[in-house]
C-alpha cells in the first residue's frame, strides 16, 4: 500500500510500536499511514510507529476513513450462532495483523492451538495460544486483546482466552504459503 499524510483533527490515543505503550498524538500531528489492515491502521510520526485503534480511524478525517474503509473492514463484527464452526474462529483470526507486518497472524504461523469447550446451549469457550515474532515486542497485548475480541464477536463464544506462549520459539519457517507470497519471500 503506497503511503498517505494526513492531520490529526482532534487528540489521538495510540499504541507506541514495537513497545506497545499507550501515546496520545495532539491534534494537528501530521502523520503518514504505512498500513492500514484488520481495522487498525500503523502510521509513522518522526521515524515513529503508532497503531491507532478502530474505533479513532476517524482522527484522520471523512476522506481517510474513505480511503482506507476496504482495508480496515476487518474491524470486529457481530456473527450469529448458526453453523458455528471452528473454521469460524480461523476466519476471525485471519483479520487480526501485526501493525508492522502486513500479514495476518494465522499466516504468519502465531497461532500454535485453538481450542473449542461446548458449555452448552449453543455456546462455546474458546481458548488460543499464540506467539509473536519476538519475545520483546510489547505489543503482544494489543494483538492478543484484537484476537480475543474477534472470536467473541462470534454469536456462538461465551467467552475467549488468548494465551502468548514463547514454545516452540517463532521462527519465519512457519509463514504459510499464502504470507510467504504476501511477503515476498518466494521465488
Not at 450469529?80 to 494465522?106: H, M, R, T, Y
Not at 461446548?118 to 499464540?130: E, F
Not at 467467552?159 to 519457517?173: E, G
Request: charged fraction near 20%; hydrophobic fraction near 40%; glycine fraction near 10%.
Amino acid at each position: 500500500m503506497s503511503s498517505d499524510t494526513w492531520t490529526l483533527s482532534r487528540d489521538c490515543p495510540t499504541t507506541l510500536i514495537p513497545a506497545g505503550d499507550p501515546v496520545v498524538l495532539p491534534e494537528g500531528t501530521e502523520v503518514e499511514v504505512s498500513q492500514a489492515l484488520g481495522g487498525s491502521v500503523t502510521v509513522r510520526v518522526k521515524g515513529m510507529l503508532y497503531r491507532i485503534a478502530p474505533d479513532n480511524i476517524s482522527v484522520l478525517g471523512e476522506e481517510a476513513v474513505d480511503r482506507y474503509r476496504e482495508a480496515t473492514g476487518g474491524a470486529v463484527a457481530q456473527h450469529d450462532a448458526s453453523g458455528f464452526s471452528e473454521d469460524q474462529v480461523w476466519e476471525v483470526l485471519k483479520g487480526c495483523f501485526d501493525p508492522e507486518i502486513p500479514v495476518n497472524i494465522v499466516d504468519l504461523g502465531l497461532i500454535y492451538d485453538l481450542k473449542l469447550t461446548d458449555i452448552g446451549d449453543d455456546q462455546h469457550m474458546v481458548n488460543v495460544k499464540m506467539t509473536l515474532t519476538a519475545q520483546g515486542c510489547g505489543m503482544g497485548p494489543v494483538i492478543a486483546d484484537d484476537a480475543r475480541a474477534r472470536i467473541e464477536s462470534l454469536g456462538a463464544v461465551h467467552a475467549a482466552t488468548v494465551d502468548i506462549v514463547w514454545d516452540p520459539p517463532w521462527t519465519p519457517h512457519m509463514i504459510s504459503p499464502e504470507g510467504r507470497q504476501q511477503l515476498g519471500l518466494d521465488s
